[in-house]
């Protein structure tokens, strides 16, 4: 039997997500809706916090958590296009991120465990 999403994902996140996520609930935030909320903003580390105290299907968290990771790479290189015309330039390294997180959630979709580096958290645009 394969492990479930919270066995997989949940050693990933950093306690100051979760923490978050825990102080928004208690404030009244609805878990559901700011899971969806982070992943269209490209945050998955949000978005996970949330998805790991919230009851779905598996299936659905992950494709949430995998849309999460797709809407960061699809913004940042909306970004990356930005800066090039800004500074005259490229900017290959936030395209290989977007790469990247494509490339996660192709795995999170297989239910695969991913390993994601420090460097790669939520940019701030």
Not at 21 to 36: C, K, N, T, Y
Not at 69 to 83: G, I, N, P
Not at 94 to 102: F, H, S, V
């Amino acid at each position: 039997m394969s492990e479930t999403f919270e066995v997989v994902y949940a050693r990933q996140l950093k306690d100051v997500f979760k923490t978050q996520a825990q102080q928004q609930i208690e404030q009244g935030a609805d878990a559901l809706a700011s899971s969806r909320a982070y992943a269209e903003q490209g945050k998955p580390e949000f978005t996970l916090a949330f998805l790991l105290v919230i009851d779905l299907p598996e299936g659905e968290k992950r494709e949430l958590l995998a849309h999460s990771y797709e809407r960061r790479a699809v913004l940042s290189e909306k970004k990356a296009q930005q800066l090039d015309i800004q500074f005259h330039r490229p900017f290959p390294l936030i395209k290989l991120e977007a790469q990247k997180d494509r490339q996660v959630a192709r795995s999170i979709r297989q239910g695969k465990e991913v390993r994601t580096s420090p460097i790669q958290n939520s940019p701030s645009f």
